[in-house]
């Protein structure tokens, strides 16, 4: 093998190691914006619970309200934005090169990142364009509403919203089965944890992952029944399905439960910005 061809080797595998290490630096950043967001979420809805929001809804324009209200607050704003950019872009490197693991070039594994890319690039917009100055586009609830007013508008509108709904609810049901099951671990290095910490991150992805499973299959019931009534007002955001759970049969006290997996979720999101594989 002749000099040139060496220099073009390294210079190959120097590019795909500062791909890896971007795309891994893009990966943890978004794991670790997402749990802020679900942190604050769950402190804000624990506080509904317990009869003191202090005015803000227990959804993501909450916590980007409390974050604004912080020292350096509109810093850590621009921060957790760039940090959900960073999960987009890491989701459409897996939809593009495929995802980690003896699978993660599968078609359907590459079809879920890409719905993730589009998901978390809303959510990053959302939260840059908060920092920017634009809060006034309304609250979660509200936007459920007027999306779903839209939906039931359109030719076969009912069938939408309603298909929609049930996607929700079988979501949530895969989200919450998959945390209890832990089927997380094949996504973890789990050779780097003592014992310990395994425990104590199995505590945060069961809790956690059911609770937002929960509030997911719930969200789609609200969407089934907005579907049936023809009533786009019976939708509801992440803030009004959280509070719903205050007028269930184990009123506030359900609320706290579901708000606390919530804080466990954003502490789960933690840990994976740590050991997850990428």
Known sequence: ?????????????????????AREGAARAGLAARGVIYVLVGLLALRIAFGDSGGRQ??????LQEIATKPFGAVLLWALGAGLVGMALWRLSEALFGAAGADGGKAGKRLASAGRCVFYGFVAYSVLAFAAGA???????????????????????????????AGLVVAGGWIAVRAVMRKYHKHLKLAEM???????????????????????AAAGVFAIRAAVKYQPDQAKGMDGTLRSFASAPM????????????????????????WRKV
């Open 194 to 216: 003592s014992r310990r910490v395994r425990r104590a991150v199995d505590t945060t992805g069961v809790g956690g992952g059911a609770a937002r499973g929960v509030v997911f």
């Open 58 to 63: 227990a959804d993501r324009g909450g916590a």
């Open 251 to 274: 009123g506030p006290w359900l609320l706290a439960l579901v708000a606390a997996g919530l804080v466990l979720f954003g502490l789960f999101s933690f840990a994976m910005a740590r």
């Open 1 to 21: 093998m002749n000099a040139g061809a060496v220099a073009r080797g390294q210079g190959i595998d120097a590019r795909r190691a500062a791909t890896g290490s």
């Open 135 to 165: 809060r006034g586009s309304g609250s979660g609830d509200r936007q459920s509403r007027d999306v779903t007013a839209k939906a039931l508008g359109m030719p076969g509108g009912q069938w939408i919203v309603g298909v929609a709904g």
